[in-house]
C-alpha cells in the first residue's frame, strides 16, 4: 500500500502521518512505529513549582508518544497554571499529579483537540500513591505534589522525578531507570555509570580512574581489639565497576595496644558471593622482612593476612600480634592487590 512521503510538495498528510514520521526524530520504546516520551535533558521547561496553593508551570516542550499514534511535539509559549492543590487531608498525607495531556479527538473521543497541564489530587492514605489518570488519556507525567496531612503541618512539596526525559535516536538517555524493551547499542546514564545494551545485559563502560579514594580499614582481632593510639593507618582504594584495588598501610606508635588472636581489616566494599576466594599481598617490616597474603574469603566484609609460623616454617597461619613477630612501635604492615566486590 502506498504512503505519503514526508514531506513531498503536493501531498496532504493526516496527523497521523506526519506524526509516525516523526517518530524517526526521538528514541525508540522499542515498538516499529513508537517512541519514547520526555522533555529533554537539561532543559528547565514544563518546572513544576508552587505559589502558596497555586500550581504553576514554566513555558517548555515535550514530545508526548502514544501507541499507534506516533509522537505529539508540544510547546507552551508562556508558563500555565492548571489551578490550586485540594487542601490536606486532616490526619493522612496524600501525593497529586501534575501532568500535561494531550486532547486528540480521533483517539479519546474527547470532542477536544488541544493541550495543556492538568491536575490531579490523589487518595490521602497512611502509604499515598500518585494517580494514574483514567480513561484514554495521551499523557506525559510532569511532577508529583506530597501534600502532608493537617496533623503533619500541611505543607506542600514538590518533585519533578516522575518527569522522563527523551532524546535523539542513538542519544545517551539521562534516567535512573533502565530503559525498557531496549535495542542493542542503547545507552543511558544512571548518574553514576553509562550503561549500554549489548542486546543481553546491560554493560557498564569504564570511567578514567581518578585518584584513589580514603577509607578506614577498620583493625580487628578475634580475641581483643586493638587500638591503634598513635599509630598511623591508612586505607586507599580505586573501584571500576564491580574491581576494586586496595591498598592498606599500618605503622605502630609508642601507644598502640595490640589486642589478642587472629588480625582482621576491613574492606571498602563486600566481597562478591561467587566461591571464589582472592589471594592479595601482604608484606610485614618488622625485625625481619615478611612476605605473606591476605585471604579475602566469597561475600567477606573484612579480612586476615597470612604469613609464616616461623623463620624456619615455611607453612602460613593467620597474623597475631606475635606472629610471624611480635608487632611492635615501628613496625610496618602493607597490603595490595585487587578482589571483585558484591556490587
Same mark, same amino acid.
Given at each position: 500500500?502506498? /504512503?505519503?512521503?514526508?514531506?513531498?510538495?503536493? +501531498?496532504?498528510?493526516?496527523?497521523?502521518?506526519?506524526?509516525?514520521?516523526?517518530?524517526?526524530?526521538?528514541?525508540?520504546?522499542?515498538?516499529?512505529? =513508537?517512541?519514547?516520551?520526555?522533555? !529533554?535533558?537539561?532543559? %528547565?521547561?514544563?518546572?513544576?513549582?508552587?505559589?502558596?496553593?497555586?500550581?504553576?508551570?514554566?513555558?517548555?516542550?515535550?514530545?508526548?508518544?502514544?501507541?499507534?499514534?506516533?509522537?505529539?511535539?508540544?510547546?507552551?509559549?508562556?508558563?500555565?497554571?492548571?489551578?490550586?492543590?485540594?487542601?490536606?487531608?486532616?490526619?493522612?498525607?496524600?501525593?497529586?499529579?501534575?501532568?500535561? !495531556?494531550?486532547?486528540?479527538?480521533? /483517539?479519546?473521543?474527547?470532542?477536544?483537540?488541544?493541550?495543556?497541564?492538568?491536575?490531579?489530587?490523589?487518595?490521602?492514605?497512611? $502509604?499515598?500513591?500518585?494517580?494514574?489518570?483514567?480513561?484514554?488519556?495521551?499523557?506525559?507525567?510532569?511532577?508529583?505534589?506530597?501534600?502532608?496531612?493537617?496533623? *503533619?503541618?500541611?505543607?506542600?512539596?514538590?518533585?519533578?522525578?516522575?518527569?522522563?526525559?527523551?532524546?535523539?535516536?542513538? =542519544?545517551?538517555?539521562?534516567?535512573?531507570?533502565?530503559?525498557?524493551?531496549?535495542?542493542?547499542?542503547?545507552?543511558? #546514564?544512571?548518574?553514576?555509570?553509562? +550503561?549500554?545494551?549489548?542486546?543481553? /545485559?546491560?554493560?557498564?563502560?569504564?570511567?578514567?580512574?581518578?585518584?584513589?579514594?580514603?577509607?578506614?580499614?577498620?583493625?580487628?582481632?578475634?580475641?581483643? *581489639?586493638?587500638?591503634?593510639? *598513635?599509630?598511623?593507618?591508612? &586505607?586507599? #582504594? $580505586?573501584?571500576?565497576?564491580?574491581?576494586?584495588?586496595?591498598?592498606?598501610?599500618?605503622?605502630? &606508635?609508642?601507644?598502640?595496644?595490640?589486642?589478642?588472636?587472629? #588480625? *582482621?581489616?576491613?574492606?571498602?566494599?563486600?566481597?562478591?558471593?561467587?566461591?571464589?576466594?582472592?589471594?592479595?599481598?601482604?608484606?610485614?617490616? =618488622?625485625?625481619?622482612?615478611?612476605? =605473606?597474603? %591476605?585471604?579475602?574469603?566469597?561475600?567477606?566484609?573484612?579480612?586476615?593476612?597470612?604469613?609464616?609460623?616461623?623463620?624456619?616454617?615455611?607453612?602460613?597461619?593467620?597474623?597475631?600480634?606475635?606472629?610471624?613477630?611480635?608487632?611492635?612501635?615501628?613496625?610496618?604492615? !602493607?597490603?595490595?592487590?585487587?578482589?571483585?566486590?558484591?556490587?
Amino acid at each position: 500500500m502506498p /504512503v505519503d512521503v514526508w514531506a513531498i510538495d503536493g +501531498l496532504s498528510f493526516t496527523g497521523l502521518e506526519g506524526r509516525n514520521a516523526e517518530a524517526m526524530s526521538f528514541m525508540s520504546d522499542g515498538t516499529a512505529t =513508537g517512541s519514547r516520551s520526555g522533555v !529533554r535533558p537539561g532543559d %528547565l521547561g514544563l518546572t513544576v513549582t508552587l505559589a502558596g496553593s497555586t500550581i504553576n508551570c514554566s513555558a517548555g516542550v515535550a514530545a508526548v508518544a502514544y501507541p499507534g499514534q506516533g509522537v505529539y511535539r508540544v510547546a507552551f509559549p508562556s508558563s500555565v497554571s492548571p489551578g490550586n492543590y485540594t487542601a490536606a487531608h486532616a490526619t493522612l498525607n496524600r501525593l497529586d499529579l501534575v501532568y500535561l !495531556r494531550v486532547w486528540d479527538n480521533s /483517539v479519546d473521543a474527547s470532542g477536544l483537540t488541544k493541550g495543556d497541564i492538568v491536575y490531579l489530587a490523589g487518595t490521602p492514605s497512611a $502509604s499515598p500513591v500518585a494517580p494514574t489518570p483514567a480513561g484514554t488519556q495521551i499523557y506525559l507525567p510532569l511532577a508529583t505534589i506530597s501534600v502532608l496531612s493537617v496533623s *503533619n503541618g500541611s505543607t506542600a512539596s514538590v518533585s519533578q522525578a516522575i518527569r522522563p526525559n527523551t532524546v535523539a535516536p542513538g =542519544g545517551i538517555l539521562p534516567t535512573s531507570t533502565a530503559p525498557a524493551a531496549p535495542y542493542i547499542g542503547q545507552a543511558y #546514564y544512571d548518574g553514576s555509570n553509562l +550503561l549500554v545494551w549489548n542486546g543481553f /545485559v546491560w554493560e557498564t563502560y569504564f570511567k578514567t580512574p581518578g585518584a584513589w579514594v580514603t577509607y578506614t580499614p577498620t583493625w580487628t582481632g578475634s580475641g581483643s *581489639n586493638p587500638s591503634l593510639g *598513635n599509630g598511623t593507618l591508612v &586505607g586507599k #582504594y $580505586s573501584k571500576i565497576g564491580r574491581q576494586v584495588t586496595i591498598h592498606i598501610n599500618l605503622i605502630p &606508635g609508642s601507644t598502640t595496644t595490640y589486642g589478642s588472636g587472629n #588480625y *582482621n581489616w576491613a574492606l571498602p566494599f563486600t566481597a562478591a558471593n561467587n566461591g571464589c576466594s582472592w589471594v592479595l599481598n601482604a608484606h610485614l617490616l =618488622g625485625t625481619d622482612r615478611w612476605m =605473606g597474603q %591476605l585471604i579475602i574469603s566469597p561475600a567477606a566484609t573484612t579480612a586476615a593476612p597470612f604469613f609464616n609460623l616461623s623463620t624456619t616454617n615455611s607453612r602460613i597461619d593467620f597474623m597475631t600480634p606475635t606472629r610471624p613477630e611480635t608487632f611492635a612501635n615501628g613496625s610496618a604492615l !602493607r597490603i595490595t592487590g585487587t578482589y571483585e566486590s558484591a556490587t
